[in-house]
């Protein structure tokens, strides 16, 4: 499975952006997919996730309230809309698709096995 990350860009603290994560194959539905970002000399955090169906999704304390994580499978396609950004928020930001099929996601990298290429986010203050 190929993920291919899209959506980042430069904007202004307030602003929004969507991301996208787009799989190259259809068994992508039955897997969880999780975001993370890394930012300069900093260690990839978890930023949030959802279950292969949709239903269950979860989210870092720093983004909670402002990001929204979901999914459309007939596209294969997983998105995280970004409200409200901070300049804290300025991150490389890297779409996964977790090792279980049929399973919820998690917030620990190493459960997942297949990563995408990143797409920069930038947010001035």
């Known amino acids: 499975v190929q993920l291919q990350a899209s959506g980042g860009g430069l904007v202004q603290a307030g602003d929004s952006l969507r991301l996208s994560c787009t799989a190259s194959?259809?068994?992508?539905?039955?897997?969880?997919v999780g975001w993370f970002r890394q930012a300069p000399g900093r260690e990839r955090e978890f930023v949030a996730d959802i279950s292969w169906s949709g239903g269950i999704t979860s989210y870092a304390d720093s983004v909670k309230g402002r990001f929204t994580i979901s999914r459309d499978n007939a596209k294969n396609t997983v998105y995280l809309q970004m409200d409200s950004l901070k300049p804290e928020d300025t991150a490389v930001y890297y779409c996964?698709?977790?090792?279980?099929?049929?399973?919820?996601?998690?917030?620990?990298?190493?459960?997942?096995?297949?990563w995408g290429q990143g797409t920069q986010v930038t947010v001035s203050s």
């Open positions: 996964a698709a977790h090792r279980s099929s049929y399973a919820r996601g998690s917030s620990k990298a190493g459960g997942y096995i297949y």
């Open positions: 194959a259809r068994t992508f539905s039955n897997n969880a």
